[in-house]
């Protein structure tokens, strides 16, 4: 039988969303490549790190190794419908590991004939307030000159803040009183 033979359509943008989310979360590597279609790609940038798979193959070995070690870890998410058109979903998700919560991410699937032609993924795996520690140590490790900015920001903003000047920095970013 040929791998499109396989595929269950999902007649609803909810309907495929539902299902979905039970294939993640129970962790069904050969339900979720029923999805794709031969030709497929998949674009999975999990925190920073991106990989593209071309064709059911290169999905299938992916998803396998994604799979085992979600399911490992004991990962559940729950995923939000965002929008949808005639051939595209996107969904957001909220989860964890062994009932965490930190992670986030979103999902764009693309369709052609029923089938995903094109799935990108964009997943964060620890996602704290801006405030914390951790995040601020995590941000410092990756884009130290973005977390330098900030910083000087802040503190000029601060100085100007607490001098009495009610005046709000200049910057193209905010719309003119």
Known sequence: ????????????????????????????????????????VAEWILDGAVDTHRGI???RTAAVELFTVCHELGLHVDKTLECADGDTLACTWTGGFNGGTRQFGTEIWTFRDGLVVRHRMYSYLDVRPSSSPWATL????????????????????????TAGSSARPATHLQPEA
Do not use: Q, W
């Open 1 to 40: 039988m040929a791998h499109s033979d396989k595929v269950a359509t999902f007649p609803s943008p909810g309907e495929f969303l539902a299902a979905a989310e039970r294939i993640t979360n129970d962790g069904r590597v050969d339900e979720f490549l029923a999805l794709f279609s031969e030709d497929c």
């Open 57 to 59: 193959d290169e999905i």
């Open 138 to 161: 995590r941000l410092a490790c990756t884009a130290p000159k973005v977390v330098g900015a900030l910083l000087r920001y802040r503190i000029t903003h601060r100085r100007r803040h």
